[in-house]
């Protein structure tokens, strides 16, 4: 069954559009319709949600500003979570991550209630506040609370920045500017760890979050006088009536448990202890509640992510694909640069700019990539390429030793750069071509919780892959089980834990861990890849878009005329 408003190649001049449930089916054929005629005709998708469209497709001029607006904000999100990686990886790494993806979903869906421009402040808003009291913080119990504020809202701004550039450009265009968008993350992604790296060893870590603040600044200044957002209308008590409070709680909830669950089994508890079992099967049996509570119609008037998109093959194999996408991503994404530090001893700064051989070669594929698809409307081969290319990069990172060479770090990172930059973006283009313009924001939101979720949970299990490998390793060699403690909690200071004719000997066993990090790594990348072949390719031109482009001309125009009119009006009173 084909998920409403989803086209074939084959079918390129077909729009159907297929409401859930109960809704009519009318299905329009513009075989018999000349180009010219073609705006005359109502083909317009409507929302069968009740809640207003946002799409908004712009004149290439105001494309451009808005884009130059979301990518202010998109920088101060990626910035950060680099940035502190670097500087506190125990808070950084893992809840950093942990407390961003638990609140994706909500985003999607809080955007089409109360508008984008709103949702988009709320969220800059609210880290804003979170980094100023992480800043501030006496304490590492008030760090991990002011880290969850800043995570909810840094959160949702990298979801609404996909969101507006949908709204604002036509399906077939987005992979060009989501491609620039990639750039953009990947330069944040490479400058984050130099900065994180000087913070920490010269000024302190707390401007690691005082950053933050004249860059939130910046991008609100920029998204206010620059973006013309298109205006929702509405009684915001019944919009706050309509959100799920059940679904996001009991989802929350679950999301929680389970990372709970994944972060002390190994490292604070045995996996077979009571603590991790209990929070696992917890957090398991809710999300099977969350499935159930989100197909009741009486409990949920709104789903943050509606069942009926995870009916469509496509959509479904592009989640999967996203999320052991994320796990080979940031596994390799935090555990190179501590390679770089522990069996070479590099600096948190060194490290880093290292890591630029992959970044650099993500940016300038991942642009041509988007490029690729906006010319020629495809985007499997690209996403299957990505896949298998990244899984090739991660399988030659398995035989990195104490004594490799730079030179062949640096090329293996150059592979895997190039397969992650053909895989960020399709992906996200293959799930909204396959879905409803209404779905777009929550489909979304989906992808990019999944995204991170399969990262939170990369990081968890690479964690304790480590620390047996290693674990069993010392031992063998006899090592007491304070220094075993010592060294699994912080690798880094390995040369200075153990005597110095048992570095090579104890590097090696870490080597051993990140050996086997990397078969992990390799063997998601490598799903990924199978999995894509169940991504169906649709067209992404819709028939809707001569008119949409019109009406986002007018829109403008009208904006020129509101803009212009005071000044008229002051010249004739003087």
């Known amino acids: 069954m084909n998920t409403p408003g989803e086209k074939h190649l084959e079918e390129k001049h077909n729009v159907s559009n297929t409401a859930p449930s109960s809704a009519s089916t009318v299905t ?29 497709l712009l004149p290439r001029k105001q494309v451009i500003i808005v884009f130059f607006g979301v990518c202010s904000a998109l920088f101060c999100s990626i910035l950060d979570q680099t940035v502190v990686s670097t500087a506190i990886p125990s808070i950084g790494a893992y809840f950093q991550a942990a407390d961003k993806s638990t609140a994706m979903p909500v985003h999607g869906r809080l955007s089409d209630l109360f508008g984008r421009k709103y949702a988009l402040f709320g969220c800059l808003t609210f880290f804003f506040l979170g980094s100023l009291a992480c800043a501030v913080s006496q304490t590492i119990e008030q760090l991990i609370i002011f880290r969850a504020i800043a995570g909810i809202g840094n959160g949702g701004i990298k979801t609404h920045v996909h969101v507006i550039i949908s709204d604002i450009v036509p399906l077939k265009e987005r992979g060009k500017y989501q ?18 790296g000087v913070f920490s060893e010269t000024i302190g870590w707390r401007w690691c979050f005082w950053i933050n603040l004249p860059l939130v600044g910046i991008a609100l200044a920029v998204l206010q006088c620059l973006v013309p957002f298109k205006k929702v209308t509405g009684d915001w008590r019944a919009k706050m009536k309509r959100i799920d409070y059940a679904g996001s709680i009991i989802m929350f909830t679950s999301a929680v448990l389970i990372l709970i669950s994944l972060n002390w089994g190994g490292n604070k508890y045995a996996w077979d202890s009571a603590p991790v079992l209990v929070c696992l099967i917890i957090g398991l049996l809710l999300m099977g509640v969350f499935v159930l509570v989100e197909n009741c119609k009486r409990i949920v008037n709104l789903p943050i992510i509606p069942m009926y998109l995870f009916r469509n093959v496509s959509v479904s194999a592009s989640y999967i694909c996203t999320f052991f996408g994320g796990m080979g991503y940031f596994g390799a994404l935090f555990y ?3 390679y770089l530090q522990v069996v070479h001893s590099y600096s948190g700064i060194v490290s880093g700019a290292l890591m630029l051989a992959l970044m650099v070669t993500q940016t300038i594929v991942s642009f041509l990539a988007g490029l690729v698809v906006s010319k020629t409307g495809h985007y499997i081969s690209i996403i299957r390429t990505g896949f298998s290319i990244y899984a090739v990069g991660c399988g030659l990172y398995i035989s990195l030793t104490y ?13 895997a750069g190039i397969g992650a930059g053909n895989t960020f973006q399709t992906t996200l283009i293959s799930v909204q071509a396959a879905v409803k313009r209404q779905d777009m924001a929550v489909a979304t939101g989906g992808r990019n919780f999944l995204r991170m979720l399969g990262g939170v949970m990369s990081l968890a299990f690479c964690d304790t892959i480590l620390r047996n490998t290693l674990q069993k390793g010392l031992s063998k060699m006899g090592q007491t089980d304070e220094i075993i403690a010592a060294i699994t909690s912080n690798p880094i200071d390995i040369k200075n834990i153990v005597s110095e004719d048992q570095v090579i000997a104890t590097l090696g066993m870490y080597c051993n861990g990140v050996h086997n990090i990397f078969a992990m790594l390799t063997a998601t990348s490598g799903c990924a890849f199978l999995l894509s072949f169940l991504i169906k390719q649709y067209s992404l031109e819709r028939d809707d878009e001569k008119q949409l482009k019109e009406e986002g001309k007018k829109f403008v125009e009208e904006l020129e005329r509101k803009r212009k009119k005071p000044k008229t009006s002051s010249i004739q009173k003087a």
């Open 179 to 196: 491609g620039i968008l990639t750039a953009w993350t990947c330069l944040a992604n490479g400058i984050g760890p130099l900065l994180g």
């Open 336 to 338: 190179l640069p501590q």
């Open 28 to 56: 329009f054929n513009s075989k018999n319709i000349s180009k010219d005629n073609l705006s005359d005709v109502a083909v317009k998708e409507e929302r069968t949600d009740g809640l207003q469209d946002q799409t908004n």
């Open 403 to 415: 004594n490799s060479s730079l030179a062949k770090f640096i090329g293996y990172s150059i592979i």
